[in-house]
């Protein structure tokens, strides 16, 4: 069994990764660049190195942490999400030092970071994939050619790409023209690759991804879906588990796929088979994330399955502790993704110093976050800054939970994407569980929120009568 975890990632999932950590005795070593001295997932670890003064490269040398693993006396790596946690360079290096690497193999990483590979993959196991490119496009001549076969809209997409970066609709040859060079340039700038191919653009899909999991003894499970349909240009910003657009036998359906999908790879650890559903409810798969995903929190909370334990256990070499049908889902989870943000200003980042905290409590609320009063939000990072996760038994009942913990929830200093959620959580097409991915682009009005200063005022002094009573 693992005893000692180096984790590679800082933020909250360090946190996250340190109390699963925590509750199964293992000890966790943490990492942090100059920028990051301060940060929460370095005073939870028990042990913490400085990587350097650089806020970013400390955080990609993979080399370099693995050494410091092996310093360490660890004898496994959690890569978390970003950063390494899809590059195969990891794992190998780990494999080779003799860290167990909690995810994936080398190869499968490698081969499900190349989506034209990942969709080759999927067509072979017989898995729908959306029409488009076989392989990578050489240039904008074979890029027109092809549109014209499959059909406006189309989807160009950095083949490497992720985190909802280097992809561009084109609704005509126009489009496609000016956008291909742009795409190409946007795919070697984010992720050191200029490939790009082409996908047929599914017109107003929603995101339906599934959870799976799987040990070194061939077992595959998956913990059902998750509805990832409220995004802002590709990047989501709430998602909900089980989706409540799906009806039971797509749910076994899809289910299913996801499992076949990942036994036909070799699939072992937590990953995630990320599908579109059209309009016609067909479902397309999209792209296998091989790594713990931000919003594993609501599976965890509709499922009480600890993911991040789990991962730990299957990589120490154990079976899995369910079967599928051990595996069962209560009532309805919803995550918000608290950024730093102001939403009235093009969602632009907002950093520096949290002047007041708190984190909202109460029955069916989850808050993971990397902040406290005082902490100052360094610029050089993801401006997400917590996640706040509720559940309830019924749809309608989650969204008002999810209301409530909103507003108790105070983070002050920074501008937040809280009150616009806010306004989501009242618009009727987002009440009634039926919306897609075009949700938020067709609802520019919901920027036109105002913040209420006394409900504010109300909740800040709740939260310094509270750190008052704690003597925090
Ligand atoms: P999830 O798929 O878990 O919902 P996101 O797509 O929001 O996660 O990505 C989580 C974090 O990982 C973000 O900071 C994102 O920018 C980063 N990320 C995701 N994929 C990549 C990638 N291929 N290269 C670099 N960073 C990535
Ligand atoms: P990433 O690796 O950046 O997460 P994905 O391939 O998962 O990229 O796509 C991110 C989002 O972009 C999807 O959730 C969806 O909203 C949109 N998208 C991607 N491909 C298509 C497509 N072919 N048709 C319509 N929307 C798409
Ligand atoms: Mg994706």
Redesign the pocket.
Known sequence: MIKKILIANRGEIAVRIVRACSEMGIKSVAIYSDADRHALHVKKADEAYNIGTDPVIGYLNAHNIVNLAVASGCDALHPGYGFLSENPVLAEICAKRGIKFIGPSPEVIHRMGD?IQARQAMIDAGVPV?PGSDGNLDNVGQACELAAKIGYPV?L?ATN?????G?RRCNNEDELTKNFDRVVSEATKAFGKPEVFM????VN?K?IEVQVIGDSFGNVVHLFERD?SI?RR?QKLIEIAPSPQLTGAQRDYIGKIAVQAARTVGYENAGTV?F?LDTDNQFYF??MNTRLQVEHTITETITGIDIVQEQIRVASGLPLQYKQEDIHYRGFAMEFRINAEDPKNDFLPSFGRITRYYAPGGPGVRTDAAMYTGYVIPPYYDSMCAKLTVWNLTWESVVERGRRALSDMVVYGVKTTIPYYQEILQHPEFRSGHFN?SFVESHPELINYTVSRPKDLLAAAISAAIAAHTGL
């Open positions: 989506k959306v989807m997409k790409g992720g985190g909802g970066r992809i996908e047929k653009c599914v899909p995101h990832c995004q590709n990320e579109l999209m792209e991915t």
